[in-house]
């Protein structure tokens, strides 16, 4: 075998055996940055149009509520209400505050969740309700 044979077969496979080396090692290593899609709350959380696959037993409604005055960037404005609402941000830790009530009483899921958003001349005002609920334990079956 000649070099001229060799490397002319190493340029037509050493580029593909190339790219399946760095594609198969880029797959081992994770992000600088973890990042996370969605939130983690200590109970399940299901909306109005959801419910959970598990039986479960009502607890009681739960409500969480804030009321926050008008900054000055949110006031009218040429009789327009501008800047105003709030994050999504701030929808979660809404959310996180309501699971945490739940947690505390003993559930293990909130269902028919609702968000709410109001605003007055003087004030932005949150919502969130849900009721919470316990899963029922699975019965076992005996032969």
């Known amino acids: 075998m000649t070099s001229e044979y060799r490397t002319a077969k190493w340029g037509q496979y050493g580029f593909v055996g190339l790219i399946i080396l760095m594609t198969s090692l880029a797959g081992c290593f994770r992000p600088a940055i973890p990042i996370s899609m969605s939130p983690h709350y200590p109970v399940d959380v299901f909306y109005e149009n959801q419910q959970p696959d598990r039986p479960f037993t009502e607890l009681e409604w739960l409500e969480y509520k804030e009321e926050f005055p008008l900054v000055d960037q949110q006031q009218p404005q040429k009789g327009r209400m501008v800047k105003r609402g709030n994050s999504i941000e701030q929808k979660e830790l809404l959310l996180a505050r309501l699971t945490m009530q739940a947690k505390k009483i003993g559930a293990d899921a909130m269902v028919a969740v609702r968000y709410q958003y109001y605003t007055t001349a003087t004030v932005n005002g949150y919502s969130m309700r849900g009721m919470a ?9 005996r032969p």
């Open 133 to 141: 609920v316990k899963y029922q334990k699975e019965r076992e079956v």
